[in-house]
C-alpha cells in the first residue's frame, strides 16, 4: 500500500511495525469480506424433472424440468448471480447464448459456471456436448404482488369447490370469479394461488385482473369435447377478450394450453391459440390490455394472437413451445396498434415476433423491443398477412438466437400498403436450415412481395436496417424483391450490417440478391 501526502510522526520503530502489521491485517480482512449475494426466489414447478441438468444460483437450488425435447427452468432474481450449471457428462464443449450477454464461463468437469447481474430480465438458451437445450428465464424480482384478499382482489379460493390439484374441471368456477369481478365497481382481480387449476376456455370482462402467482398453472383439460372449436379458421382460444378494454393478465404464473394432447401431427385438428382478442361483432375493439409476467406454454398454433387490439403492453411474457409445430408463432400482433412488446421469450417452432395485417384494420405505432427469440422460422418480420395497411412498426434490440431468418418482410398474402419499418440492434447467432426454395425458403434477411396464391400483393417502402448482424450466414442468400410494378419494394437503407464478422458494403458482399422491381437500396 503506497500513501503520499501523510506525514506519520511515531516515534519508535516499533510502533511503526505494530502499525504496517495492523493495517496489513485489515487489508487482507477486507479482501476477503464476499460480495453481496444475490437475492433468489425460487418457483414451484409441477413439470417433471429434468435427468440431464441440474442448476444453483448462488447458494440456492433451482429446479429444473423438462419438456418436448429441452430442459427449462425458472425463478426470478436480483443482484449479480453466479449460476452453476451441472450436466450429466463431462462438458466437452458449451455455447451460452445470447452472446450480447457477454458471458464468460469456467469448466470443471460436468460442472459450468458464470456470474450474470440481472437487467429486467435474463433469457439464456444454453447448449453442452450433444445434450438437450437448457432454457433459463430468470425475471426480475416482483414488486407489485397483490395481497390474495384485499379491496377489490377476491382469491379464487374463496368459490366454494375449488380444486387446486388439476382434477377437476374449473371453467365454470373461474368465468364465475371473472364476471363477478367485473360486477364489482370499476372492477377487480381474481387472484390465483399456487396449484393446477384445470380449464377450457375463458372469457375475459372489462376492468378484470387475473393474477396468477408463482406457482399457478391454468391448464388446459386434456379432454376434447370440454372445447367448442366451431368457427373459422383458428377460431378457438384458452382465453378470448372480444372488445373489452382494461383487461389484464399478471404475476409469475402459467397459462398452460397443453395443447398437444388435443391433436395428433404438425396441422391435426383442434389446435388453439392460448391469448386471442377480437373485435366484437359491433365493431368495438379490445383497448388498454396488459400482459406481464406470465409464461405460456403448449400452444398449437398462434400462442399469443392479439388482434384488432389498441394500446397493448406486454412485459416479461415468456413462451415456451414444441418447436415441431407449424403456425406455433410467438407474439403475433395482427391489425394492433399503439402496442409495445417489451422483455419477452419465445422458444417457439414458427415465427417468434411477428406484426400482420390480415384484415381490412390499419395497423401502426408497434415496438417489439429488448427480447429474445429461439425459433426454426423467423425471429423478428412483418407479414406474410397483408391486407391491411401497415406502418410505423419497430423492433429494437432483439437477440436472434436461432431462425431460419434474422429479419423478415414478407409481404405475400394481401395487397396493402406497407411504409416505415424498423430493424435495429438485431443480432441472429444461428441460422437454422429450412431449405432453399419456396414460399419458405431459408433467407437470412428478405424482404420481398410475392405472389403465391390467388391474392393481391402491395408494395413495401421506407425499409431501415441498422446495426443488424449474423454471426453465421452458413453461406444461405438474401433477397430483396418486388413481384410486380404495382408492389415495388422500395428506399431500403442498410446500415452497418454485418455478416460472418465482416461490415457489408454492397448487395454481392452480402450474398443479397436484388431482384426486379425494387428501387433504391442503399448500404452504408
Not at 399456487?194 to 378484470?208: H, P
Not at 388446459?220 to 369435447?225: E, P, T
Not at 438485431?426 to 437470412?444: H, L, M, V
Request: proline share 3%; with cysteine.
Amino acid at each position: 500500500m503506497y500513501f503520499s501526502k501523510v506525514n506519520w510522526r511515531i516515534g519508535n520503530v516499533f510502533t511503526k511495525m505494530i502499525l504496517v502489521v495492523a493495517l496489513m491485517f485489515s487489508f487482507t480482512v477486507s479482501l476477503a469480506q464476499p460480495a453481496s449475494a444475490a437475492t433468489v426466489v425460487t418457483y414451484p414447478s409441477y413439470f417433471g424433472t429434468s435427468s440431464t441438468y441440474t442448476l444453483k444460483v448462488d447458494s440456492t437450488t433451482v429446479r429444473v424440468a423438462r419438456q418436448f425435447d429441452y430442459s427449462f427452468a425458472q425463478f426470478a432474481y436480483s443482484g449479480t448471480a453466479t449460476f452453476k450449471v451441472t450436466a450429466s457428462e463431462n462438458i466437452t464443449s458449451y455455447n451460452i447464448s445470447p452472446h450480447s450477454y457477454g458471458i464468460e464461463a469456467t469448466v470443471n468437469g460436468k460442472e459450468l459456471t458464470f456470474s450474470l447481474p440481472q437487467a429486467e430480465s435474463r433469457y439464456l438458451v444454453i447448449s453442452i456436448n450433444k445434450l438437450e437445450n437448457l432454457v433459463i428465464m430468470a425475471d426480475p424480482i416482483e414488486t407489485d404482488r397483490p395481497s390474495p384478499n384485499g379491496g377489490s382482489v377476491k382469491s379464487i379460493n374463496d368459490y366454494p369447490g375449488v380444486d387446486k390439484s388439476g382434477g377437476k374441471l374449473m371453467t365454470s368456477i373461474i368465468q364465475q370469479a371473472i364476471n363477478d369481478a367485473n360486477a364489482r365497481s370499476g372492477g377487480g382481480t381474481v387472484y390465483f394461488p399456487s396449484g393446477i387449476y384445470k380449464f377450457s376456455q375463458l372469457e375475459m370482462k372489462s376492468n378484470v385482473t387475473l393474477y396468477l402467482a408463482a406457482g399457478a398453472v391454468l391448464r388446459g383439460s386434456s379432454d376434447v369435447n370440454d372445447y367448442d372449436f366451431s368457427g373459422e379458421v383458428f377460431p378457438a382460444a384458452n382465453i378470448r377478450i372480444v372488445g373489452k378494454s382494461n383487461v389484464a393478465i399478471k404475476g409469475r404464473g402459467m397459462i398452460d394450453s397443453n395443447g398437444t394432447t388435443l391433436t395428433t401431427g404438425d396441422s391435426g385438428p383442434n389446435r388453439e391459440n392460448i391469448i386471442r382478442s377480437n373485435k366484437s361483432g359491433g365493431g368495438t375493439k379490445p383497448n388498454n390490455l396488459t400482459f406481464e409476467g406470465i409464461t405460456l406454454r403448449d400452444g398449437t398454433t398462434w400462442n399469443f394472437r392479439i388482434q384488432d387490439a389498441t394500446n397493448v403492453n406486454i412485459k416479461n411474457v415468456k413462451i415456451i413451445n414444441n418447436v415441431n409445430w407449424i403456425h406455433g408463432d410467438g407474439f403475433d400482433l395482427v391489425n394492433t396498434s399503439h402496442a409495445v412488446v417489451d422483455q419477452c421469450f419465445g422458444y417457439t417452432g414458427d415465427d417468434v415476433f411477428d406484426a400482420k395485417s390480415s384484415s381490412e384494420e390499419p395497423m401502426t405505432d408497434v415496438v417489439y423491443k429488448n427480447s429474445v427469440a429461439f425459433t426454426e422460422s423467423a425471429g423478428t418480420k412483418v407479414g406474410m398477412q397483408g391486407q391491411a395497411s401497415v406502418s410505423d412498426i419497430w423492433f429494437q434490440n432483439i437477440d436472434v438466437i436461432q431462425g431460419y431468418r434474422g429479419v423478415s418482410v414478407d409481404h405475400d398474402q394481401g395487397n396493402g400498403v406497407w411504409d416505415d419499418i424498423h430493424f435495429i440492434d438485431i443480432r441472429t447467432e444461428r441460422i437454422f436450415n429450412n431449405g432453399t426454395s419456396g414460399q419458405f425458403r431459408t433467407a437470412p434477411i428478405l424482404i420481398w412481395t410475392a405472389k403465391y396464391g390467388s391474392d393481391e400483393v402491395g408494395p413495401v417502402s421506407n425499409i431501415e436496417l441498422t446495426r443488424v448482424s449474423f454471426e453465421n450466414t452458413r453461406n444461405f442468400q438474401s433477397y430483396i424483391q418486388g413481384y410486380d410494378s404495382s408492389s415495388k419494394v422500395s428506399n431500403v437503407t442498410i446500415t452497418d450490417l454485418t455478416m460472418n464478422g465482416q461490415k457489408i458494403t454492397s448487395a454481392s458482399q452480402g450474398l443479397i440478391n436484388i431482384g426486379s422491381n425494387t428501387s433504391n437500396i442503399t448500404f452504408h
